[in-house]
Nanobody, 124 residues
């Protein structure tokens, strides 16, 4: 059973930065797809950034390209989301998720393993 635990959320002003972390445990082989989603009140959960496969191929939603960066530390079994130039519209609960087998997808219904979420609030 793959388990994920996020940390690093908080409150920042517009233009600020935050780094989210997600410790991934309980796997035999690193999941084929890992990524970050976010969900704002009253909105659907949306994909933000993904590491595709067991290499370093990444994918980003257009709304965060050039501002967010996803990475992972294999030695720490940890997935990161570095968020810069934050905007009020980035305010949401951020979740990390894992899909054990490919092919990878960017829709939330393709992921069965989720963390508990961490809140990010960006004030203007």
């Amino acid at each position: 059973q793959v388990q994920l635990a996020e940390s690093g959320g908080g409150s920042v002003q517009t233009g600020g930065s935050l780094r989210l972390s997600c410790v991934v445990s309980g796997y035999t082989i690193w999941p084929a797809c890992v990524g970050w989603f976010r969900q704002a009140p009253g909105k659907e959960r949306e994909g933000v950034a993904f590491v595709i496969g067991r290499g370093d191929l990444t994918s980003y939603d257009d709304s965060v390209k050039g501002r967010f960066s996803i990475s992972r530390d294999r030695t720490k079994n940890t997935l990161y989301l570095q968020m810069s130039r934050l905007r009020p519209e980035d305010t949401a609960t951020y979740f990390c998720a894992a899909r054990l087998l490919g092919p990878c997808a960017t829709t939330s219904n393709a992921y069965a393993n989720w963390g508990q979420g961490t809140q990010v609030t960006v004030s203007s």
